[in-house]
Nanobody, 118 residues
Framework: QVQLVESGGGLVQAGGSLRLSCAVS????????MAWYRQAPGKQREFVAT???????DYADSVKGRFTISRDIAKNTLYLQMNSLKPDDTAVYFC????????????WGQGTQVTVSS
């Protein structure tokens, strides 16, 4: 059973930083695509950042230059470093893993709340 568990969310003032983590219960490999999404109240879930096969990263325009996605394959963990946070970044952040190996499938975490006060 594949489980993704996010942590690191919380309340922070505008301009502050947070680092989200996503622990995966199975081994992840460089061929797996992992991503962060977020959902603000009353809005649809939206893409934030992804790291694909070979370590290629991509970001939503709204977070480019402020957020950094990374993963530690040895620790089966995905990270999202968020700097210069804005009130518009307030949302529940979800970890996503598209695994292509023995546990092939598309998996989601339960989400972690990030609240940025002005």
């Amino acid at each position: 059973q594949v489980q993704l568990v996010e942590s690191g969310g919380g309340l922070v003032q505008a301009g502050g930083s947070l680092r989200l983590s996503c622990a995966v219960s199975v081994s992840i490999f460089s061929g797996d695509t992992m991503a962060w999404y977020r959902q603000a109240p009353g809005k649809q879930r939206e893409f934030v950042a992804t790291v694909t096969s070979g370590g290629i990263t991509d970001y939503a325009d709204s977070v480019k230059g402020r957020f950094t996605i990374s993963r530690d394959i040895a620790k089966n963990t995905l990270y999202l470093q968020m700097n210069s946070l804005k009130p518009d970044d307030t949302a529940v952040y979800f970890c996503n893993a598209r695994i292509v190996t023995i546990f092939k499938g598309n998996y989601w975490g339960q989400g972690t709340q990030v609240t940025v006060s002005s």
